[in-house]
C-alpha cells in the first residue's frame, strides 16, 4: 500500500511539474519578449542612424542618465551635441525623454534645443503617444533609445516603437535603478542566448 501511495504521490508531482513546466514555456518566456529591444548596441554613436532612416524612422526619442550622459552630468558633451547636430540635418526629428526632474532636464537641453519632456512616466506611454502626434508621427516612424530594459525599452515596445537599448555610460546610478538592474539581468541573459550576434557587436564596439 505504502508503495503504491508513494508511486501515486510521485506521478501527481511528475505531472504537476510537466504542467508547470508548459505554463512557463508558453506564458512566462513569451512575456519576456516585451523586454527586449530590436536593436542592443554599445552606445548612441553605435546605433545605425542611416539603417533606421531608410526603414522608415524619422523620430528619434532619447532618454538622458547613463543613454547620453552619467546621471551626475549636468550637461551633455560636446559628442553627444555634435550628434544631434548631424541627425537634426539628417533630418530625423529629435525628443528627449526623460523621467527625470524638470530641473535636470531643462538643464541638459539648454545647448541642445531639442523638445524635452521631464517626469516622462516611462514605461507608460502617454507622453510617448503626446509627443508622437505634436511631432506629427507614428509609432512606427519613431525610435525609444536608452540604456534601461523596464523603462525605455519596454515604453517604446508597449506602443509600437523600435526600441534601441544601450550600454550603460557607467556604472554609477540612482538607488532605484540599481535595484532594477539585477532584474534586467535576467531579461538580457535570455535575449543574448536568442540574439547571440548582439552580444558580439556590443564587444566589438566597446
Known amino acids: 500500500y505504502y508503495i503504491i501511495s508513494a508511486k501515486g504521490k510521485w506521478l501527481q508531482f511528475i505531472e504537476k511539474y510537466d504542467t508547470i513546466k508548459r505554463i512557463l514555456v508558453k506564458e512566462v518566456k513569451p512575456m519576456f519578449t516585451c523586454f527586449y529591444p530590436d536593436h542592443y ?3 548612441i554613436y553605435d546605433i545605425p542612424y542611416e539603417e533606421l532612416w531608410k526603414k522608415g524612422i524619422r523620430g528619434l526619442f532619447f532618454d538622458i542618465d547613463n543613454t547620453m550622459a552619467p546621471y551626475d552630468l549636468p550637461r551633455p558633451d560636446a559628442s553627444a551635441i555634435r550628434l544631434f547636430q548631424e541627425l537634426t540635418k539628417m533630418q530625423f526629428k529629435i525628443c528627449i525623454m526623460s523621467n527625470g526632474k524638470k530641473a535636470r532636464v531643462t538643464l541638459f537641453n539648454e545647448n541642445l534645443k531639442v523638445p524635452a519632456v521631464h517626469r ?16 506629427g508621427l507614428k509609432p512606427g ?56 550576434s548582439s552580444e558580439q557587436s556590443i564587444q566589438k564596439t566597446k
Open 41 to 43: 548596441v554599445a552606445s
Open 120 to 135: 516622462a512616466g516611462k514605461p507608460f506611454g502617454y507622453n510617448l503617444r503626446k509627443s508622437l502626434k505634436a511631432m
Open 141 to 196: 516612424q519613431a525610435a525609444m533609445i536608452g540604456d534601461q530594459v523596464f523603462t525605455d525599452v519596454w515604453a517604446g515596445n508597449r506602443i509600437g516603437m523600435v526600441s534601441i537599448l544601450v550600454s550603460p555610460i557607467s556604472e554609477k546610478d540612482e538607488w532605484i535603478t540599481k535595484i532594477k538592474r539585477g532584474a534586467e539581468q535576467i531579461v538580457l541573459r535570455r535575449y543574448k542566448q536568442l540574439n547571440p
